[in-house]
C-alpha cells in the first residue's frame, strides 16, 4: 500500500509531526505578527508555547496520527474547553484563514487543503459561543 492511498489518514499525507508541527507553528506565528488575525491574538493570553503545544497534540489526533492530546487530557472536549473564549464570527474566519494560510505555507496538496478546510469549517463554525447580531435580528451559534 503506498502512502497515497484513499486508506491513508490525513496525518500520513499531509506529512506525519514534522509538518503538523509546522502547520501549528506557522499558524502561531501568522496569528502573532501579522495585524489582520490581531482580534483572533487577542483571545489567546501572551505566550503561545502552550497553545502551539496543545493545537498540535491536538491536530495529530484529529488527522488519525497519535493520540497525544487525549492521552494527556482525555477526550478534546473543544467547545466545554473553549467556553471561556468569546467565539464569534470575526474569531471564526480569522483562525479559518490564518489556518488556510498556514496550511499553503507548509506545503499542504491544494486537494488536501480543501478537504481539511471543510472539516476545519465545521469545527470552527460549531465552536461559536457568541450571539451574533445581524440585519434580521440576533441569532446563537447552532440556530
Known amino acids: 500500500?503506498?502512502?497515497?492511498?484513499?486508506?491513508?489518514?490525513?496525518?500520513?499525507?499531509?506529512?506525519?509531526?514534522?509538518?503538523?508541527?509546522?502547520?501549528?507553528?506557522?499558524?502561531?506565528?501568522?496569528?502573532?505578527?501579522?495585524?489582520?488575525?490581531?482580534?483572533?491574538r487577542s483571545l489567546h493570553g501572551p505566550d503561545l508555547g502552550a497553545s502551539r503545544d496543545r493545537l498540535f497534540w491536538f491536530l495529530c489526533g484529529w488527522l488519525g496520527g497519535p493520540q497525544h492530546y487525549t492521552d494527556r487530557f482525555g477526550h478534546p472536549r473543544l467547545r466545554m474547553r473553549h467556553m471561556h473564549v468569546p467565539i464569534g464570527v470575526q474569531a471564526r474566519n480569522e483562525w479559518l484563514s490564518c489556518m488556510q494560510e498556514a496550511m499553503t505555507e507548509v506545503g499542504i496538496a491544494p486537494q488536501m487543503q480543501s478537504r481539511l478546510a471543510e472539516s476545519f469549517f465545521q469545527t470552527a463554525d460549531w465552536m461559536r459561543n457568541q450571539e451574533e447580531t445581524t440585519r434580521m435580528g440576533s441569532f446563537k451559534s447552532g440556530d
Open 1 to 40: 500500500m503506498s502512502d497515497e492511498s484513499p486508506e491513508s489518514p490525513p496525518f500520513e499525507l499531509v506529512g506525519g509531526e514534522a509538518v503538523v508541527r509546522q502547520l501549528v507553528d506557522g499558524f502561531y506565528d501568522l496569528m502573532d505578527l501579522e495585524p489582520r488575525y490581531a482580534h483572533l
